[in-house]
């Protein structure tokens, strides 16, 4: 029996429903290395100590090694730039953006179900594998295959409403679809403020064909959750960040203007700070299904320290 033949309207207007704010459906051929400098940044070991990003090199880049058969890659994001910026609230013990509030895995995972349920609606049969984080594929060049932003020069998806306040989630599956999206330009022109504004001249691109690329090694917020080793290099700049840095992302013009997707309540303001100087115990129970379970508290306190 044929695989019916996905409407992209009605998928799109599905994941609306379930609460994404954008969706895209890509064609599932192998990403090349022009589009993406994966190679390149491997070559330059600007992974540091990630070395999982090292293993599944071809899955990475062809979803058809993660499901057999695959020919469509629906994209989806959703937003998340808070209502305000909690910058100064607790000095030293900043958080990233993303990580106010429920694990963004756990929200996107949800909701990828409730995708395929609706999908189920109109085509029973239907069969997906649902991505955020978790397995290996590139979530940002899959975005931007599907139309729904550039890469920019901080190397994060940029959507022209969201910014790159966006987490990213996929399904893909052996259905085709009717119509299929295919990127749109890049929009950061003679924009360079994100690479002006890390501490850590982290941000570069590749030297032929200028795909932006992060030198984790020099990224605070690779270091901030990532690295587990008992003390920070020493010329790292952490700009207050104990856990991610939003350095490269407040600076940018599209973030400035983007549409605000999530309200900070005064339990965040006074959860981030109950958190500041908690002990183990207290630090694991309010952390508790949100992004900062990811670190150890001992890296909690060393990041305080820097
Ligand atoms: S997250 Fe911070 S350290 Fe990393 S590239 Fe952006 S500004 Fe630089
Ligand atoms: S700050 Fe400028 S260069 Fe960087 S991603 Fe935003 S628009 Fe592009």
Known sequence: MDTPTLSSSFVKEAAIRVGFDACGIAVASPLTEEEWGYEEWLRLEYQADMTYMEHHREMRSDPSLLVPG???????????????????????????????????????????FQLIAAIRQNYPDFEAKPCVDTVPISDKQWARRAGLGWIGRNTLLVNPILGSYCNIGELVTPFPADKYDTPIENRCGDCRACVDACPNFALTQTADTHVPLL????????????????????????????????????????????????????????????LKDADPITFKRLTKHTVLSRIRHSQWLRNQKK
Request: proline share 4%; charged share 25%.
């Open 215 to 274: 030198n984790a090694n020099r990224c605070a917020s690779y270091h901030t959750i990532e690295n587990r080793a008992e003390t920070l290099p020493e010329d790292l700049h952490l700009s207050g960040y104990a856990f991610g840095c939003d350095v490269c992302q407040l600076v940018c013009p599209y973030n400035r203007t983007a549409a605000v997707r999530y309200q900070l309540t005064d339990e965040h303001k006074d959860q981030l700070e109950a």
């Open 70 to 112: 695959a020919k469509s890659v629906i994209v989806l994001l959703s937003g998340y730039k808070p209502s305000q910026t909690m910058q100064d609230r607790v000095p030293g013990a900043r958080i990233a953006q993303y990580a106010y509030g429920e694990d963004y895995h756990e929200r996107i995972k949800r909701m990828l």
